[in-house]
């Protein structure tokens, strides 16, 4: 009953009143106050283990109530703050021996929530720009004097000591399962874990009270030079002291030397006894912490070195699983070089190889494929010669990691990258990721690798070197992802287009249909970006096949024209909009027509003319602003009335689209940007295409019209046709009402 009391007067204090300095809330919490002095003296007498329960019981649920109004009402909790730190205090390290854990646990997180907040440090509301106030001042100088320099010592102590040493469950879990205690995340895992709750306490003690704190914590790694390492609890204690050094990285920063002590470890680390693996696994984490913060780049090597030396197997599988994620940590780094690290690439793969068959967790397998993946994209292509053997383990893993999803995840992930290592040499992996991409796109029953799957297929079809009948029977397992939408949606779109890059024939003449049927049906639902894509794909089809091999794409055109101007506050996907049409004209002008003519608007043409002349701005690469040029030409020469409206926007724009896509060589002659780019030599316009996807991109660009079409030349011809069809006179007339400027600029184009 009296816990349940409690619990209420926790939930009343906390939720139920705007300011606890009211009289009501005030007397509880004294009272509690009170209370938890008189109670944990009482428990202190107590030697029946259920007595004994019951009060660690009933103090827990008073440390609550401390915890939630301190967080809750800061301010006015500061008059209480120095008994709620005594008793804390007394309970997580003056009687802790004689108190269950999570209460020694729950304590720490009350000391620690009263050192990090803001309204007890004044140096923090200095720093943040806020007012401080008289009562701020007094806080902070009650808590200061609360944790003096020999209380501060002496809880670092405990923590190193008794929290955070390994305990006998530890060290026999250690024996019995290896590869489960390598990777047990303890750090932050509950507030009433004893371990979790020293680390994040010691982390925010060494932050708040770092002039103190920090100098003691050198001197005692000092100190571990002279310890005996045969004698287990010092060992013990020196790697509790050592694991402070990952835990407070980088407030340590400025208080050790990196560089020197990296010497002294690496020398402790060729030290041999009946308990060196816990120092080696130790000292491991802590290269693979400091290595990313501080060591410098001479140094580095030198990690790479120990790392690969207790990688081997002769070493504790404790110990080799620490040393690969040290490892990992080394080519994480934002300052690796990958040259510097080639001589070593030969043996870490095979090393990590043979790590990845010995262990036997799933979980342990997922760890060591993450150092795999950051070599590989540390490393990039240097990798490529040493892979063959991982690529030949991957459908082995895959079958052993059937109910194992996070293991699936990341083999998938794995494979993505290979793929995107290996460029066109990608088709290695083709047994492994077309029964695996089946699986994941059509008998995945929870759809949780979906994700994974479809990037991976993204990157398999961005880095194929030519089609194969299973890429393209695949892509019949896009339809349903498209009506899934949300995250997938993008990749798929982006999918359906490198597949018809790929294959266009095969794919168009085998789906066309359906595709365009499933784009009428998504085009309406979309917006931004989704529409672009969509646009993409139509002029991906128009692009690679021939007009008589194209799809019924009315229906869809209808929907796009209809809604030309709907994104107009949209850049892009205006633009691409435009794009469509103007291919349409150049590609096969009596079709443009007919579909015009099929939406029974007589002014339609007029509104396509007014919406493209006023957005033209919009268009960001030269190579759009051609194309619009030579389609619009197009489109005027086979209908010329339509220069009697919006007239001067056109002549803007073409002046525009000619000054974006054209230069002045040396002797003052103007040339066509585009052409002169694409008369290279098709070995050298591919130079450094990234994808055989983007090699077929640029392919593509080169075989396009405007790539073969003189911008000055053109629009000579279509001005003379222009001013046939019209008459000289009307012509002249209507240049009038354009701008002198853009005028003069057309007249010198023209020549």
């Known amino acids: 009953p009296c816990c349940v009391s409690l619990k209420i007067i926790r939930s009343m204090l906390t939720y139920g009143f705007d300011d606890i300095t009211q009289p009501l809330p005030k007397s509880c919490l004294e009272a509690i106050l009170k209370m938890a002095v008189s109670q944990l003296e009482h428990r202190l007498t107590v030697s029946d283990p259920s007595v004994s329960q019951l009060y660690d019981k009933y103090l827990l649920v008073i440390i609550k109530v401390l915890i939630n109004v301190q967080e809750k009402f800061p301010e006015p909790f500061g008059q209480y703050m120095v008994p709620a730190l005594e008793f804390a205090y007394q309970v997580g390290f003056q009687y802790s021996e004689l108190l269950e854990m ?370 393209v029977q695949m892509f019949q397992c896009l339809y349903p992802l498209l009506q899934l939408g949300s995250d997938s949606l993008k990749t798929s779109l982006l999918i359906i287009e490198c597949t018809i890059l790929l294959d266009p024939p095969a794919v168009i003449s085998s789906y066309g249909s359906s595709l365009v049927t499933a784009c009428v049906s998504l085009y309406p639902e979309v917006i931004g970006e989704a529409k672009v894509l969509i646009n993409n794909i139509i002029l991906a089809i128009v692009k690679t096949v021939p007009r008589s091999q194209w799809p019924d794409l009315t229906p869809l055109l209808h929907i796009l024209v209809k809604n030309l101007d709907e994104f107009s506050d949209y850049s892009k996907v205006l633009t691409t909009n435009i794009n469509v049409l103007c291919y349409l004209i150049l590609l096969d002008f009596p079709y443009f027509n007919s579909l015009i003519a099929s939406m029974n608007n007589s002014n339609l043409l007029k509104g396509i003319l007014q919406v493209w002349t006023s957005k033209a701005e919009h268009f960001y690469r030269m190579e759009q602003h051609k194309l619009s040029l030579v389609a619009i030409l197009t489109l005027l020469s086979n209908h010329p009335q339509l220069l009697q409206h919006h007239f001067s926007d056109i002549m803007a724009m073409i002046e525009r689209a000619v000054g974006k896509c054209t230069d002045k060589d040396d002797k003052g002659q103007r040339y066509d940007c585009i052409l002169r780019k694409h008369t290279l030599p098709d070995d050298e316009f591919i130079t450094g295409a990234e994808t055989e996807d983007y090699k077929r991109r640029r392919i593509l660009e080169s075989a396009d019209l405007i790539a073969k079409i003189d911008t000055i030349t053109f629009l000579r011809a279509k001005f003379n046709e222009l001013q046939q069809a019209v008459g000289r006179e009307t012509f002249t007339k209507l240049s009038l009402s354009v701008d002198r400027e853009v005028t003069e600029k057309l007249s010198g184009y023209l020549g």
């Open 102 to 471: 999570r209460l020694v646990a729950r304590a720490l997180h009350l000391l620690s929530g009263i050192m990090l907040c803001e309204t007890y440090d004044v140096f923090k509301l200095n720093n943040r720009g806020k007012n401080v106030s008289s009562t701020s001042i007094k806080f902070t100088e009650e808590r200061n004097s609360f944790f003096t320099e020999e209380r501060l010592k002496n809880m670092c102590v405990k923590c190193i000591s008794k929290y955070l040493k390994l305990s006998e469950f530890e060290l026999q879990n250690w024996q019995d399962s290896p590869e489960e205690f390598a990777f047990e995340e303890t750090r932050h895992v509950s507030l009433f874990n004893i371990k979790a709750a020293s680390e994040h306490f010691l982390l925010n003690m060494t932050a708040t009270f770092q002039d103190i704190v920090c100098p003691y914590i050198v001197e005692l790694i000092k100190e571990c030079v002279q310890h005996d390492r045969s004698n287990l609890e010092t060992v013990l204690m020196i790697d509790s002291i050592y694991s402070i050094t990952v835990i407070c990285s980088y407030d340590l920063f400025d208080h050790i030397d990196i560089d020197l002590w990296f010497s002294t470890l690496v020398e402790e680390l060729k030290q041999d006894g009946p308990y060196c693996s816990i120092l080696r696994r130790r000292i491991l984490e802590v290269i693979g912490r400091w290595v990313t913060i501080k060591l410098s780049q001479d140094k580095h090597p030198a990690v790479y070195e120990v790392c690969l030396q207790y990688m081997g197997g002769a070493q504790d599988l404790v110990v080799r699983l620490t040393a690969a994620t040290a490892l990992k940590a080394a080519v994480s780094d934002f300052a690796f070089f990958p040259p510097s690290y080639s001589p070593y690439l030969k043996i870490t793969m095979e090393m990590l190889y043979t790590l990845l068959r010995q262990v036997e967790e799933c979980e342990s397998r997922v760890k060591i494929l993450e150092v795999v993946n950051s070599i590989i994209d540390g490393c990039g292509k240097q990798i490529v010669d040493f892979v063959d053997p991982l690529i030949e383990w991957l459908p082995g893993l895959w079958g052993v990691a059937t109910d194992h999803a996070m293991l699936q995840s990341q083999l998938l992930t794995t494979a993505r990258k290979l793929a995107r290592c290996l460029g066109g040499r990608s088709v290695k992996l083709y047994g492994f990721t077309d029964p695996v991409l089946k699986y994941v796109l059509t008998q995945d029953p929870e759809l949780i690798l979906l994700e994974d799957g479809i990037t991976l297929w993204l990157q398999i079809l961005e880095n194929a070197p030519a089609s194969t009948p299973a890429l």
